[in-house]
Structures are given as structure tokens and as C-alpha cells.
């Protein structure tokens, strides 16, 4: 497999063939990974290529087309993929093939070979899903899909600006932080910049919203996260994604997985709905609660899955907004729209917040909950 070359052998060189993709028909009423074969019997995208590869191969009467291979990938569905040094080739080896939906087929840029030739099976980039970028300058950062198509998605990302003199990381790239259209005209001068609004502006072609830069990414160059990732503090800060009602999913996963021993939780769905309990252990995604119902079955240890979890408060507890810093006591607790008002410390005003997050992460003696708000403060 294409990992296991060195790196010479893997990079594509100039004389190498080119790589062109053709969009196939789904077959109508049928898995989504079948499509219809040429004689009209259903089939799936291999049977396409096979196809392709017996027109070439055959004795006719003509000249076969001069195609290097032909394949494609279970996790890309309704494409297959040609291999020529020639687009006129591609064009004659599926001429007249029922299947193709596009006459023109579409050229795979080399920079996408890694995502479409490695042995991983690519999940399928949707909007809403938490990624990590696989090359370029931001590969292994934390990323939110904002927007796709059917090659490419728009990706949220903690910009990495390099400034004239800043410093750069060992791989020679900018750090990841946070950029005001202020700080980029003062590094590089109002020319550079085009302010579209009091935290919206465009630089180097890609466009910054609340302090994060939003970049099209190939889909092949994308790798989703099965599990919540460690820290989207600069993600929840950002009024952007506050206001979509895709990221809120997002949020509460994530305080779902960061759930720890000790937190107190209320099951949300399953037999168990409405039993409110203390987290004893958690093995593999399930928690060990230890119930605390009012009801005779109080004192039991039942096995719930995390995603069936929400964190729980009382009147009394002592908070702190993890995205703001700051601290209060908790006055009222509405369920209904599982939101909660506390009583700031710092101004002495009341501030309302969604509880979608762990409850007992203790921070000092004084304060005993971390409270995360999902939208932006009411």
C-alpha cells in the first residue's frame, strides 16, 4: 500500500498519469451504494470498473482506450476513478456507458492523492462533525464543518497567521491563535485586509470570523472525530458558531464525553429516564451511576451509556462559567429548556446559561461546578 513506499515513491511526479474522477448513476430505490450497470441489472461502483476494464481489455475493432487503471472507494460513493496521461482517454473508456451522469469527467488535483489512495477507510465529512486536517498548514488541528459540497467543505480553524518577526512552532508554522482585523492591519497594512463587518474580515483569500478563519478543505484531506476533542473553548467563544443550530449537538457531546467520576448527572432517555445520580466509574463509554432518587431504588449502580447523560444542579451550587471566568451560585434551574441562572460574584447580576456540561469539575474550595453555555449569554 502507498504507505508502506518511501517518500520519494509516494510523492506524484510529472510524468506520472493523472487521476480523474466520473460520477456514476444510484440505482433508484436501492442501497445508496448501488448503481446500475450497463445491461441495467444493479450493481455497485466496482461492477462499474469492471466494466470499464473490460472495454479495455476486449479485442475490437477499434483502438481499446489507453487508460492506466480504473478503481474506486467504498467511502466515496457514486464515483469511480480513471488513471491516464490523456482526459480524452477517460472520456472514451466510459463513452456510451449509461452509468455516467457527468460527460466531463472531473480532474483530482495531486495534493488530494494521500485522502483518496490510503488504506483508512474516510468517513463521510458532514456538516456539524468536529476534524482534524491531514496536511497543509493547519494538519492535525482541531477543525468544525461549517458548509460542504461534493468534493470540499468549508472548515472552522484556529488561525495561524505568521507575523514579520513572530515566532513559529518546530514545523516552521505560525502558532494557532485568535486574530482581530485590528492586529492584521497593524502586522500587515490596510491594503492586505478587506473589513467586512466589526468582526468579519478577508485576508489571504480566506475569510475571519470572530477571531477564526474559515478555509476549504478537499474532503480527502479531512479525518472525522469519533469523540469529542479535548478543548473548543475558542470554538464556543465565537458568536458564529453560538447562533448555529448545528453546533448546539456538537456542545452537548461534548459535555456528555467530558463527564468524570464524581459529576452529578440526570438520565435523559432510555429505561432509566428521570434518575437523577453521581457518577462511581466509567469504563469504555458507560458510567457507573449511583443513584440518588428520592425512591425506594435509591443507593443502586446501573450501567448508562454517556450520550443518555446530562449534568444536573441544584439551587445552592457553586458554578463557574469555563468560557468567561466567572463564578456564582446557582438560583434557578429550568429544566423544561435546560438552562440555569446564577448569581455573578464579580457583578452581582444574574446570568443565564445553558447546563449542557459537566457539573463537578472542582476548581478551588469555593467554587464546585464548571458550567459551558451553548449559545450566547441571554
Request: aromatic share 8%; glycine share 8%; hydrophobic share 40%.
Amino acid at each position: 500500500m502507498i504507505e508502506d513506499l518511501a517518500l520519494p515513491f509516494r510523492v506524484p511526479r510529472d510524468t506520472d498519469p493523472r487521476i480523474w474522477s466520473v460520477k456514476v448513476k444510484v440505482g433508484v430505490l436501492l442501497s445508496g451504494y448501488m448503481v446500475l450497470t450497463n445491461d441495467g441489472q444493479p450493481g455497485r461502483e466496482a461492477d462499474v470498473v469492471l466494466q470499464i476494464c473490460r472495454r479495455c481489455l476486449q479485442p475490437s475493432k477499434s483502438q481499446p482506450p489507453a487508460i492506466t487503471s480504473a478503481f474506486a472507494r467504498s467511502s466515496i460513493l457514486g464515483y469511480v476513478f480513471i488513471e491516464a496521461f490523456d482526459i480524452r482517454e477517460v472520456c472514451r473508456a466510459v463513452d456510451g456507458l449509461c452509468v455516467v451522469r457527468d460527460k466531463q469527467p472531473h480532474f483530482i488535483a495531486p495534493t488530494e492523492y494521500i485522502g483518496l489512495l490510503s488504506r483508512h477507510t474516510l468517513s463521510r465529512v458532514e456538516v456539524g462533525q468536529w476534524v482534524r486536517c491531514l496536511i497543509g498548514r493547519y494538519r492535525n488541528d482541531l477543525g468544525y464543518v461549517s458548509e460542504t459540497d461534493e468534493w470540499n467543505a468549508i472548515v472552522v480553524f484556529v488561525p495561524r497567521i505568521p507575523g514579520p518577526r513572530g515566532k513559529r512552532q518546530r514545523d516552521g508554522r505560525p502558532p494557532p491563535r485568535a486574530w482581530t482585523a485590528t492586529e492584521v492591519v497593524q502586522q500587515y497594512g490596510h491594503r492586505k485586509i478587506q473589513v467586512q463587518g466589526p468582526n468579519k474580515f478577508v485576508f489571504g483569500g480566506s475569510t475571519y470570523v470572530d477571531g477564526l478563519v474559515m478555509v476549504r478543505v478537499p474532503m480527502s484531506h479531512l479525518r472525522v472525530l469519533d469523540h469529542s476533542p479535548g478543548d473548543i473553548a475558542p470554538f464556543v467563544r465565537s458568536t458564529m458558531l453560538r447562533t448555529d443550530p448545528l453546533f448546539d449537538p456538537c456542545v452537548k457531546r461534548f459535555a456528555q464525553d467530558s463527564t468524570q467520576v464524581g459529576d452529578r448527572i440526570l438520565v435523559v432517555s432510555g429505561e432509566q429516564a428521570g434518575i437523577i445520580g453521581r457518577v462511581e466509574r466509567i469504563h469504555d463509554n458507560v458510567a457507573g451511576v449511583i443513584t440518588q432518587s428520592k425512591e425506594e431504588h435509591s443507593g443502586l449502580v446501573i450501567d448508562i451509556v454517556l450520550r443518555d447523560l446530562v449534568p444536573h444542579f441544584f439551587a445552592g451550587d457553586h458554578v463557574k462559567d469555563r468560557w468567561s471566568d466567572r463564578v456564582g451560585i446557582v438560583v434557578a434551574v429550568d429544566n423544561d429548556v435546560e438552562k440555569l441562572t446564577f448569581l455573578s460574584k464579580e457583578t452581582n447580576e444574574e446570568v443565564r446559561v445553558s447546563y449542557y456540561l459537566p457539573p463537578s469539575l472542582t476548581i478551588s474550595g469555593s467554587v464546585d461546578h464548571y458550567i459551558y453555555p451553548r449559545r450566547a449569554i441571554l
